[in-house]
């Protein structure tokens, strides 16, 4: 089960932190993913984390801005956000890969196996 919070209404420029914990044991093994969705439109990858945390991959449009870590001793998986802009505003979700490793799906909604409620994000202008 992961349990994800953290969100908030934050100024554009601000910075928000994520946490998404994991229950379970074997949260260690797998690959991590966030995931965000604006209303009226589709969910949208944002990055990802391999098992261990040595790879992290993002999408474009957070590249610079975002940054995933875990602490797999707390069972925990991070979303660090700053230079946060209007757009940023959705609904935040991790999600488990029970892939350890980053692959050719890891941007892809379908390859996650287990899904934590979401976390509202706000951006003002």
């Known amino acids: 089960q992961l349990q994800a919070s953290g969100g908030g209404l934050v100024q554009a420029g601000g910075s928000l932190r994520l946490s998404c914990e994991a229950s379970?044991?074997?949260?260690?093994?797998?690959?991590m993913g966030w995931f965000r969705q604006a209303p009226g439109k589709e969910r949208e990858f944002v990055g990802a984390i391999n098992w261990n945390g040595i790879s992290t991959y993002y999408a474009d449009s957070v590249k610079g801005r975002f940054t995933i870590s875990r602490d797999n001793a707390k069972n925990t998986v991070y979303l660090q956000m700053s230079s946060l802009k209007p757009e940023d505003t959705a609904v935040y979700y991790c999600a488990a890969d029970f892939d350890s490793w980053l692959h050719g799906s890891t941007w892809h909604a379908p390859a996650y196996d287990s899904w934590g409620q979401g976390t509202q994000v706000t951006v003002s202008s």
């Open positions: 379970g044991r074997t949260f260690s093994r797998y690959a």
